[in-house]
């Protein structure tokens, strides 16, 4: 890729990046209520994204072979973080932890 190439795709994704994050701003713009529809979203997508997160990162290993259960004792160890201090941030980290030292140093 020559320099003009680079500096031109750059340029595109900080300007994709830019809009996409002030875009919501300019549409809804403080004081004005957004529609029902984006409000029913905003409560709903969270919860959908994080079970489709599970489901994609657990179905191949379930599926295909006995090597789950790094995963699967993870999984295990965020539950129990989360049901133990209700805190995400603790829990997704404790986990992704767990399961980096089950992989590297135990399976």
Not at 30 to 47: A, D, H, M, N, Q
Request: glycine share 6%.
């Amino acid at each position: 890729m020559s320099v003009p190439q680079q500096i031109i795709t750059i340029a595109v994704i900080v300007l994709g990046t830019v809009l996409t994050r002030a875009l919501p701003f300019i549409i809804f713009p403080e004081g004005r209520k957004p529609p029902r529809f984006i409000t029913y979203l905003g409560t709903v997508l969270p919860s959908a994204v994080i079970g489709m997160l599970i489901v994609y990162c657990l179905r191949k290993p379930l599926l295909t072979n006995l090597h789950a259960l790094p995963e699967l004792i993870a999984t295990a160890v965020i539950i129990i973080l989360h049901r133990w201090r209700k805190n995400t941030l603790l829990s997704i980290a404790g986990g992704t932890v767990f399961n980096m030292l089950l992989v590297q140093y135990v399976f």
